[in-house]
């Protein structure tokens, strides 16, 4: 009884732990030259004031790119105040680009007139559905995002019977691939597959919070209230595409630290 009372004990103090005060910093080496900070899910999260440990982050790694694949604000937030200092202070650090998030799809419209507002003031480049071509020491990249419909996160108020994302869908919304070496913003990484049939590269993506409790390196729950989701923290190689899943920043969760991740492409 007693050994579980500490147990209890230490697994409560650890939670407040990661909810509150924890920030890992992950690393990938690919083996380029082309540092990217990856940053997702924020939420409702606070990492200091005005979350200014996100950008003491990057002012000390100094990116070569910021990608922020959704989930920046909530839903329900009204108040846009502390993610517009956040961003303009990344912007002044490194170039940022962003992908709409399932929470920044269902803003209120007027909410979410204003975040698109404060992004393009800010210099950040919002790539829902449309990319970029950029040269970065010597190579020549297609930077782009990729957003489905919202009812594939939620559908009737629930989360049976959810829409796919085919190729089809992504042709149609995304176009052909291009003949480039492509970096592909998508806030779900559960349509793998079709990114990598599409033609990405890479994939950066969010959205499954880690699981929001990982047991033994496997993250236990989407989202969508499906156990053990398939790709929901780490890097995966599908059909020649690296699938980089971040557990992101915000959202309740345990055994399972808010990240921010540096990859070398």
Not at 109 to 128: N, Q, Y
Request: contains cysteine.
């Amino acid at each position: 009884m007693i050994i579980f009372l500490i147990f209890t004990a230490l697994a409560v103090i650890w939670f407040i732990a990661e909810n509150k005060f924890i920030l890992n910093f992950r690393r990938k080496d690919f083996g380029g030259n082309i540092r990217i900070m990856h940053i997702s899910d924020i939420h409702h999260s606070r990492k200091g004031k005005d979350n200014c440990r996100i950008s003491a982050a990057a002012e000390k790694e100094k990116p070569d790119l910021i990608f922020i694949t959704g989930d920046f604000v909530s839903r329900n937030e009204t108040d846009l105040n502390s993610a517009e200092i956040l961003l303009n202070r990344l912007c002044n650090i490194s170039q940022v680009y962003m992908v709409s998030g399932n929470h920044e799809q269902s803003l209120p419209e007027e909410i979410r007139s204003k975040f698109t507002e404060m992004a393009e003031k800010a210099g950040a480049l919002i790539l829902d559905n449309t990319g970029k071509c950029v040269t970065i020491k010597g190579r020549q990249l297609y930077i782009c995002g990729t957003v489905q419909k919202y009812t594939t996160y939620c559908k009737n108020g629930g989360y049976n019977n959810l829409d796919r994302f085919t190729l089809n869908d992504m042709k149609k919304t995304s176009g052909k691939a291009p003949d480039s070496e492509i970096l592909l913003l998508a806030h779900n990484p559960l349509w793998a597959e079709t990114y990598a049939e599409w033609g990405a590269d890479y994939t950066f993506s969010g959205h499954i919070h880690g699981g929001a409790v990982r047991l033994f390196g496997i993250g236990i729950l989407s989202p969508e209230r499906k156990f053990f989701p398939e790709y929901s923290k780490g890097v995966y190689n599908i059909g020649g595409m690296k699938l980089c899943v971040s557990a992101g920043i915000g959202k309740i969760r345990l055994f399972n630290p808010p990240e921010i991740i540096i990859y070398a492409i």
